[in-house]
């Protein structure tokens, strides 16, 4: 379709950049997404993941959350002419209006603040736009989906750090968090939250994913839900296809509204993926089969980007 570009909420392939396994300019023999591939595909934002690995917890968390917000820095400038670091409101407005990817740094985990609130404002002033609260395991902040039922939501500094996040304009992301600690950040944060790769509970039982009633609360709540392409996530066999991707994104459109339903791809971050979405290339045929599935042109803008530059604007300052 023209004029369609492509909005991304995670990848986590700067792991490969720090380790020198791979430059992401080029494409490797391995790996889902690289420029040369994501500008193939018209991508236009893509929220770049720095995933802290859980042997660096809790003791060197915050050393490897810097070290891998530096090799994330380091490759924007490596390749200042094909991308940009998104900080802004008025730098979410160019997206999709330059010829350059918008990039947006995500922590996943929310280690690498130890218990400390002022280091939300050190990796602010660094560039970090975005964190996910939890991965799968308790942290400081509250309790991941591996944690045991009953466990609990947010602790008392999770509610200071949503707080000062809400200050500042960053973005929450509520994908790995439990349930309760989803219902503890729903109702305490000013502005829209974000899954940024999770998928439909209703389709698929795995803990990952979210029940209807989380859906329907991102979507009174302006938030933004990006469809994991994990195979695990979209189909009980484990095995999945485009077709489940877009089954997810209608079944999140019909639920929650189309207003809050975007990719969420996690590439890089998962061992397979599904047939037909080998890598960050493979985009454009997605958008085609939205087309097939009954969108209309105005619907399928809003899921390839529209959602994102909205819910960007509303959180961002």
Not at 46 to 62: G, N
Not at 143 to 160: A, C, D, I, K, T
Request: hydrophobic share 40%; glycine share 12%.
């Amino acid at each position: 379709m023209k004029n369609i570009w492509i909005a991304d909420g995670h990848c986590d392939s700067i792991g490969d950049f720090a380790a020198g396994k791979r430059n992401l300019k080029e494409t490797a023999k391995f790996g889902h997404w690289d420029l040369t591939r994501a500008k193939q595909a018209n991508l236009g934002l893509q929220f770049l993941a720095a995933y802290i690995e859980s042997e660096y917890k809790p003791f060197q968390a915050a050393w490897r959350g810097l070290e891998l917000l530096e090799a994330a820095l380091r490759f924007i400038d490596n390749n200042s002419s094909d991308v940009f670091l998104v900080r802004t409101q008025e730098d979410a407005a160019q997206l999709g209006r330059t010829n350059k990817l918008g990039l947006l740094i995500n922590i996943e985990g929310g280690e690498i603040l130890g218990e400390n609130v002022f280091m939300l404002d050190l990796i602010f002033r660094l560039g970090v736009r975005s964190i996910g609260l939890t991965w799968n395991e308790r942290n400081a902040i509250g309790n991941g989906v591996g944690e045991s039922e009953g466990s609990g939501g947010l602790s008392s500094f999770g509610f200071q750090v949503i707080k000062r996040m809400n200050q500042l304009g960053m973005v929450i992301d509520v994908s790995h968090l439990n349930e309760a600690g989803f219902w503890d950040v729903l109702r305490h944060s000013e502005r829209p939250v974000i899954a940024s790769h999770s998928c439909a509970k209703a389709l698929c039982g795995h803990r990952r994913n979210l029940t209807d009633h989380q859906l329907c609360a991102l979507g009174d709540k302006k938030g933004l839900v990006g469809v994991n392409f994990c195979e695990d996530f979209l189909s009980e066999t484990g095995k999945a296809t485009m077709d489940d991707v877009v089954r997810h994104i209608c079944h999140i459109a019909e639920v929650a509204g189309v207003d809050t339903v975007g990719f969420g791809s996690d590439f890089d971050g998962i061992e397979t993926t599904p047939k037909g979405l080998e890598n960050v290339g493979t985009f454009p045929y997605l958008v085609e089969k939205l087309s097939q599935c009954g969108f209309n042109q105005n619907e399928i803008a809003k899921i390839c980007y529209g959602n994102y530059v909205r819910f960007l604007s509303d959180v961002l300052m």
